[in-house]
């Protein structure tokens, strides 16, 4: 976690890295968490050069908002 921003934690059974690429792929289902925030998604590409996630298909999300 960096200054004013929460943990992300990406959950799967499965990931391909490509270090040379610095990119990570999944074909598996994925779950993506921070503080407040859980995104369940089949697929994702996660590239670490752009800081980009991005979710393939049956993308769902639950939002918790702050509270009072």
């Not at 200054?3 to 040379?20: C, D, F, G, Q, V």
């Amino acid at each position: 976690a960096y200054a004013n921003k929460s943990e992300l934690t990406i959950n799967t059974h499965y990931l391909h890295i490509m270090p040379n690429k610095d990119l990570i792929t999944s074909t598996e289902p994925v779950t993506v968490v921070d503080a407040r925030t859980k995104l369940y998604a089949v697929g994702m590409e996660l590239d670490n050069n752009a800081h980009t996630i991005k979710l393939l298909s049956q993308v769902k999300s639950v939002y918790e908002p702050v509270k009072k």
